[in-house]
T-cell receptor, first 113, second 109 residues
Framework: EAQVTQNPRYLITVTGKKLTVTCSQNMNHEYMSWYRQDPGLGLRQIYYSMNVEVTDKGDVPEGYKVSRKEKRNFPLILESPSPNQTSLYFC????????????FGPGTRLTVL | KNEVEQSPQNLTAQEGEFITINCSYSVGISALHWLQQHPGGGIVSLFMLSSGKKKHGRLIATINIQEKHSSLHITASHPRDSAVYICAVDLDSNYQLIWGAGTKLIIKP
């Protein structure tokens, strides 16, 4: 089954404790991205990747890192999480850029205390 | 000013009503997406279109490139259509999508 998976689905952590949210797709997609969704603000892009070893900042990259060592995986790293990073996070992928159907992961609800 | 504007922000209707959600954008685009986010949070792609009209079941999406406007219609609406509907545009020569704020639709039985 074609899908984007994210783990964990829910996470409660404390300020400053490094964490990684994994994202994996099985569709051989080149384009992957991370979004955060906050009430009243809609989806905001954090980082995106056009292909392996190619990543770029989105609209709200501060406090986040990503890597794209393999085509299928695109982990999101919070080196030192802060409470303002409490949010719902989505990973998405598509064949190439935005002119292709977008496939979303189920979301990760992160709470930073 | 947001580059992608959706209207209305909130819409409540009775089961069976014909629903229209609008999306306007201010720049040249190569494609426009309509997506649905259910109360549980999951986001699914409904349509991607660059011209004309697409239909899938009771959902119809249209786009007018000259007027920079798209509409999503739901015929014979049902409570299970209750969700947030999101419009996003792919700008010409850009690798990012620009997102609308979403329209929250509630269909009452």
């Amino acid at each position: 089954e074609a899908q984007v998976t994210q783990n964990p689905r829910y996470l409660i952590t404390v300020t400053g404790k490094k964490l990684t949210v994994t994202c994996s797709q099985n569709m051989n997609h080149e384009y992957m991205s991370w979004y955060r969704q906050d009430p009243g603000l809609g989806l905001r892009q954090i980082y995106y990747s056009m292909n392996v070893e190619v990543t770029d900042k989105g609209d709200v990259p501060e406090g986040y890192k990503v890597s794209r060592k393999e085509k299928r995986n695109f982990p999101l790293i919070l080196e030192s999480p802060s409470p303002n990073q409490t949010s719902l996070y989505f990973c998405a992928s598509s064949y190439a850029s935005g002119s292709n159907e977008q496939f979303f992961g189920p979301g990760t609800r992160l709470t930073v205390l | 000013k947001n580059e992608v504007e959706q209207s209305p922000q909130n819409l409540t209707a009775q089961e069976g009503e014909f629903i229209t959600i609008n999306c306007s954008y201010s720049v040249g685009i190569s494609a426009l997406h309509w997506l649905q986010q259910h109360p549980g949070g999951g986001i699914v792609s409904l349509f991607m279109l660059s011209s004309g009209k697409k239909k899938h079941g009771r959902l119809i999406a249209t786009i007018n490139i000259q007027e920079k406007h798209s509409s999503l219609h739901i015929t014979a609406s049902h409570p299970r259509d209750s969700a947030v509907y999101i419009c996003a545009v792919d700008l010409d020569s850009n690798y990012q999508l620009i997102w609308g704020a979403g329209t929250k639709l509630i269909i009452k039985p």
